[in-house]
């Protein structure tokens, strides 16, 4: 049983460009949730996905937007980034059929560094 | 509105004394709370949880208590070792999981 992989592990942007961070699912999950990692700070969600559809949003900016694949990885997509936006970028993905917040299997994240 | 918090940002513990981290939560129609455990450069990993219609739940030395009177959650460890040394964050789900700011745990020798 492989884990939540994500990558790349850090990256570096800068202000003004667009990111696309990548998630893989554990085996047998089907929901991919995302969240923002600000330093010192607990995880902030941004979004999930089942079925290749958003399922739920936090307070994040439109320029924050992700897709789902039909084998259940993720992507994160941000355009326009702010120096705001350095964090580490957490990936979980769940089984929906116990309940989509259950069962939550977090990847290492993503580092990302705008400046 | 929804919130969660802990009491300290950090919190010293000698090896081998017990650990109790605490946590208050505002948003009553929360149904699962769950404790996760961050390691420098790792993502949470899941110790505990707890669902809303029970007071306390037993793992592998971690207690979690849960006081819904007053909102307030609690994860006790037993014998702390040089290995629990982390970010411990407190999580509530009501129709997603929010997260409180953590507590550090350091282990005196």
């Known amino acids: 049983e492989t884990g939540v992989t994500q990558s790349p592990t850090h990256l570096i942007k800068t202000r003004g460009q667009q990111v696309t961070l990548r998630c893989s699912s554990q085996s047998g999950h089907n929901t991919v949730s995302w969240y923002q990692q600000a330093l010192g700070q607990g995880p902030q969600f941004i979004f999930q996905?089942?079925?290749?559809?958003?399922?739920g949003r936090g307070n994040f900016p439109p320029r924050f937007s992700g897709l789902q694949f039909p084998n259940y990885s993720s992507e994160l997509n941000v355009n326009a980034l702010e120096l705001d936006d350095s964090a580490l970028y957490l990936c979980?993905?769940?089984?929906?059929?116990?309940?989509?917040?259950?069962?939550?299997?977090f990847g290492s994240g993503t580092r990302l560094t705008v400046v | 509105g929804e919130s969660v918090g802990l009491h300290l940002p950090t919190l010293s513990v000698q090896e081998g004394d017990n650990s109790i981290i605490n946590c208050a939560y505002s948003n009553s129609a929360s149904d699962y709370f769950i404790w996760y455990k961050q390691e420098s450069g790792k993502g949470p990993q899941f110790i505990i949880d707890?669902?809303?219609?029970?007071d306390k739940r037993q793992g592998q030395r971690v207690t979690v208590l849960l006081n819904k009177t007053v909102k307030h959650l609690s994860l006790q460890i037993a014998a702390t070792q040089p290995g629990d040394s982390a970010v411990y964050f407190c999580?509530?789900?009501?129709?997603?999981?929010?997260f409180g700011k953590g507590t550090r745990l350091h282990i005196l020798p």
């Open positions: 996905y089942y079925r290749e559809e958003e399922n």
């Open positions: 999580a509530e789900s009501e129709n997603k999981i929010i």
């Open positions: 979980a993905s769940s089984p929906m059929e116990t309940g989509p917040n259950y069962g939550y299997t």
């Open positions: 707890i669902r809303s219609n029970m």
